[in-house]
């Protein structure tokens, strides 16, 4: 009988022994990873919660319609998957960069927004920075940016990073679908 | 230290009671000797409520709701504070206690707000029952997991009250033309100790921001008398720059202005500028 997707994925699931297999399973550990070291984008363990839910669903998605899918076509998808996981990774980093900022020590870094309010647009000068008014508005980024600019800004942030993470899971998982598909002949998936 | 004898005598009288062994039958006069506790209890956590409302008002008795008409916004904030902050972490008497302190400054800052009679008052009254019932249940219930299952629905039922006002608050919002902008967790500032030597001065503050944006001019300046901030001596939350004026006798050297950076838990010490 032939096995479906699931029994693939099942498979994949309680198997501890095989490096592909253990791939897999980082691949939606990661994302918790990073909440754990504080990494990712605020609000940091609901991005990673759904960081790891999105590599899961995009795994069982790849076992789904890829399982039967031609090492051609597997190869293909890698190219695409490790492609734009770089491009969403250096994205990711830039905005994480650019957009998010420390405010006190041990608290969850702060979105910041990209147009200022009128007000603050006003007292801008080369010594006086969006940052500086950040700063001096007590880290409340509603003071210094418009409330739009934030708000796209918030979302923009987390769906990049979990874009990311669901690329590297379709990426890892098309890999390993492709590893076994040359251990294992086609007849007896 | 009188809020935290009002807890020590709070967590005795609960220590004492949890060691009860509570017959199955029990008489009037037993009866009353259990109720007296209880009333003894909520009257030490009434006492703690009042102190927290008219002493702590930079922390637990905080202001969490304020109109200002002069940006058209109405800001308000009804986030419960963490158990730590107002008994302890493992206190189950800590989440109706921090309630009972959200609908005591809730309803002391609509009053002072002069919103339509009744406004919001039936979500606190729920908010407010659970909590009795829950500081009730705490001290009368004997079967550990039952009262675990009566503390949860209380804790649902307190939450589901507050979402009902914060729905309320919007529908407000909304109905008198102001945007709405919600009180940053007090997680994110610095703990603050400011000290006036001698005690003979009023400071008042404002962030850095709005000192420099009252420069401009109107429309988009706001004048420099509705930025200010009382800064009362004792524990503060802060962070970032500021900028302050404190006003001594003139004998002291009258009124002194100041720039300061908050970027550490720090202690802040006003003194007058002639000694």
């Not at chain 2, 506790?37 to 006492?47: D, F, Y």
């Not at chain 2, 339509?116 to 039936?122: D, K, N, V």
């Not at chain 2, 219930?141 to 608050?169: G, P, R, V, W």
């Amino acid at each position: 009988m032939a096995n479906s997707g699931i029994d693939e994925f099942k498979r994949m699931a309680v198997d501890f022994r095989d490096l592909g297999s253990l791939a897999v399973k980082g691949v939606v550990a990661l994302p918790l990873l990073t909440a754990w070291t504080k990494l990712g984008p605020p609000p940091h363990q609901l991005v990673a919660i759904l960081s790891s839910l999105a590599a899961l669903l995009t795994i069982i998605w790849m076992y789904h319609f890829y399982r039967t899918a031609s090492i051609r076509r597997l190869q293909f998808n890698m190219k695409i998957a490790l492609g734009c996981f770089c491009l969403g990774a250096v994205l990711s980093l830039f905005l994480f960069e650019s957009f998010t900022v420390q405010g006190k020590q041990d608290a969850q870094r702060i979105v910041v927004g990209f147009k200022l309010r009128p007000e603050v647009a006003a007292i801008m000068t080369t010594r006086y920075s969006e940052w500086d008014a950040l700063r001096d508005a007590e880290y409340d980024p509603f003071m210094v940016w418009t409330k739009e600019s934030i708000s796209i800004m918030r979302v923009l942030l987390p769906v990049c990073w979990i874009l990311t993470f669901a690329l590297l899971a379709c990426y890892t998982v098309s890999f390993v679908i492709a590893q076994r598909r040359r251990r294992v002949p086609t007849q007896q998936i | 230290m009188k809020k935290f004898s009002t807890i020590s005598k709070l967590l005795c009288l609960l220590s004492g009671l949890i060691s009860f062994d509570l017959p199955a039958q029990i008489s009037d006069s037993q009866s009353a000797e259990i109720l007296e506790p209880i009333t003894q209890a909520q009257k030490l956590i009434n006492q703690m409520v009042e102190e927290a409302v008219s002493n702590d008002t930079n922390f637990l008795g905080r202001i969490r709701f304020q109109i200002l008409d002069g940006q058209k916004v109405v800001k308000y904030d009804l986030a419960a504070d963490p158990p730590s902050k107002v008994i302890s972490a493992k206190s189950p008497l800590a989440l109706p206690t921090e309630t009972l302190i959200r609908v005591a400054c809730l309803r002391r800052d609509f009053q002072r707000e002069d919103l339509e009679t009744g406004f919001g008052a039936r979500p606190l009254a729920e908010a407010s029952q659970e909590a009795r019932g829950a500081v009730y249940d705490l001290l009368s219930e004997t079967n550990s997991s039952y009262l675990q299952k009566k503390l949860s629905i209380h804790a649902t039922n307190i939450h589901a009250a507050f979402t009902m006002l914060d729905k309320d608050l919007q529908g407000f919002a909304a109905q008198h033309g102001l945007d709405v902008e919600r009180w940053r967790a007090v997680d994110d500032f610095y703990d603050v100790e400011v000290d006036i030597v001698p005690d003979k001065a009023n400071l008042k503050y404002m962030t850095y921001l709005a000192y420099r944006e009252s420069a401009l001019p109107p429309p988009l300046g706001v004048p420099l008398e509705q930025e200010w901030n009382i800064l009362s001596p004792g524990a503060n939350k802060m962070i970032g720059r500021y900028h302050s004026v404190a006003i001594w006798p003139k004998e002291l050297g009258g009124s002194d202005t100041n720039d300061f950076l908050i970027q550490c838990n720090t202690r802040l010490i006003f003194r007058p500028p002639n000694k």
